[in-house]
Structures are given as C-alpha cells and as structure tokens.
C-alpha cells in the first residue's frame, strides 16, 4: 500500500480558495490512480477528483468541475487539489486515496478539514 499524508486544510470564507497536498511514500506511483474524497458531516464519502500518474488523465465530480484543479508533482510524489470559488457546501473532510489501474482505492490518508464559512 502507499502511505499518504495530507496537508493545506483550513477555514476559508466563500468564494475563496485553498490548496490540499497529499504526499505519498511507499511505492512507485507509475502504476497508480490517485485521488480525492471527501466526506461531510452525516454523508456518504464522495468523490471529488483523481488524476492517473503516469499520463495525468484527469476526472472530476460535476459538483467542481470549473472549481477544482488536480495536479501532480512527481519530483515531490505530491498531489495537489487546488479549490477555488469555495462554496459551504465544500465543507467536509477531505481525503487523499490511492489505487493500482485496475484496482479498488485501498490507501487512504487520515483526511484534513475544510470548512466553508457564508
């Protein structure tokens, strides 16, 4: 499994921006699906955005298309969810995951807060 440790939640009012990085050790990435959840409060975890690592194809929820920006950094093993036009509705736990092509997401980071104050 890979080990992944996020960083870079925080209170951010709406309309503002906040980036989350998720660093990864472990294993070599080239093979592996990297992603984003998130989970609020009395809901399901859901998923946000992931990027391949290899060829850096990218998915995304249709709640934040057009907000949100996965990237990665492969001299750093770091991946990136840069957030903006933060809406409430944002708030949750967000969690970093990570998983073989093909494979299920089976290494997950601890989460890191964001909340989105109106």
């Known amino acids: 499994q890979v080990q992944l440790v996020e960083s870079g939640g925080g209170l951010v009012q709406a309309g503002g921006s906040l980036r989350l990085a998720c660093a990864a050790s472990?294993?070599?990435?080239?093979?592996?699906?990297m992603g984003w959840f998130r989970q609020a409060p009395g809901k399901e975890r859901e998923f946000v955005a992931a990027?391949?690592?290899?060829?850096?194809?990218?998915y995304y929820a249709d709640s934040v298309k057009g907000r949100f920006t996965i990237s990665r950094d492969k001299a750093k093993n770091t991946v990136y969810l840069q957030m903006s036009s933060l809406k409430p509705v944002d708030t949750a736990a967000y969690y970093c995951a990570a998983r073989l092509v093909p494979g299920t997401w089976n290494s997950w980071g601890q989460g890191t807060q964001v909340t989105v104050s109106s």
């Open positions: 472990g294993r070599t990435l080239s093979t592996y699906l």
């Open positions: 990027i391949t690592w290899s060829d850096d194809r990218l």
